[in-house]
T-cell receptor, first 110, second 113 residues
Framework: GNSVTQMEGPVTLSEEAFLTINCTYT??????LFWYVQYPGEGLQLLLK?????DKGSNKGFEATYRKETTSFHLEKGSVQVSDSAVYFC?????????FGAGTRLFVKA | EAQVTQNPRYLITVTGKKLTVTCSQN?????MSWYRQDPGLGLRQIYY???????DKGDVPEGYKVSRKEKRNFPLILESPSPNQTSLYFC????????????FGPGTRLTVT
């Protein structure tokens, strides 16, 4: 079946550091891929998405590229801010179901 | 304001006492879903609904029931809650079932003693 694996956290960075959160997947067919973000005490909200191979999703300085050859969808940001501290979830949607990774907690220090 | 609402936000109950968590969306979405979030496991899908009167099991449906009698509402029912159902629950909706983002409610933290 489909699955998503993302790097374990927590990840602690200083402000303005470069961020990478790895996400790999296994899937049949051609799923859509997502990154969601969860701020403390809130529900998840969409950060970015990509619906086909080689698509790049981007939002608020975050980027991720749908790589079918490496089955990956790594999240990157060139310069993180304290306000980016949150939990980040990689997700795969195929058919009627969405599969989420375990989540990666990011702490950004001033 | 477009939103998904859940009630209650917090609930402490005892083993075996039936409870319902309500979920409502005002975006005319066809697809709705329930998830539970547990540390280290991410979100796992409990049930989903493609439209009114159409529901199906997700990955962890045991101990839960759902119904979809109206497009906007998708309640989650625990007929006989047990301590292993202590978790954070999220309802979500989307216009179509795949390729579209899901909109999440604020969550319901359930404790079963």
């Amino acid at each position: 079946g489909n699955s998503v694996t993302q790097m374990e956290g927590p990840v602690t960075l200083s402000e303005e550091a470069f961020l990478t959160i790895n996400c790999t997947y296994t899937a049949t067919g051609y799923p859509s891929l997502f990154w969601y973000v969860q701020y403390p005490g809130e529900g998840l909200q969409l950060l970015l998405k990509a619906t086909k191979a080689d698509d790049k999703g981007s939002n608020k300085g975050f980027e991720a590229t749908y790589r079918k050859e490496t089955t990956s969808f790594h999240l990157e940001k060139g310069s993180v801010q304290v306000s980016d501290s949150a939990v980040y979830f990689c997700a795969l949607a195929g058919g009627f179901k969405t599969i989420f990774g375990a989540g990666t907690r990011l702490f950004v220090k001033a | 304001e477009a939103q998904v609402t859940q009630n209650p936000r917090y609930l402490i109950t005892v083993t075996g006492k039936k409870l319902t968590v309500t979920c409502s969306q005002n975006m005319n979405h066809e697809y709705m879903s329930w998830y539970r979030q547990d540390p280290g496991l991410g979100l796992r899908q409990i049930y989903y609904s493609m439209n009114v009167e159409v529901t199906d099991k997700g990955d962890v449906p045991e101990g839960y029931k759902v119904s979809r009698k109206e497009k906007r509402n998708f309640p989650l029912i625990l007929e006989s809650p047990s301590p292993n159902q202590t978790s954070l629950y999220f309802c979500a909706s989307s216009f179509r079932r795949e390729g579209d983002e899901q909109y999440f409610g604020p969550g319901t933290r359930l404790t079963v003693t």
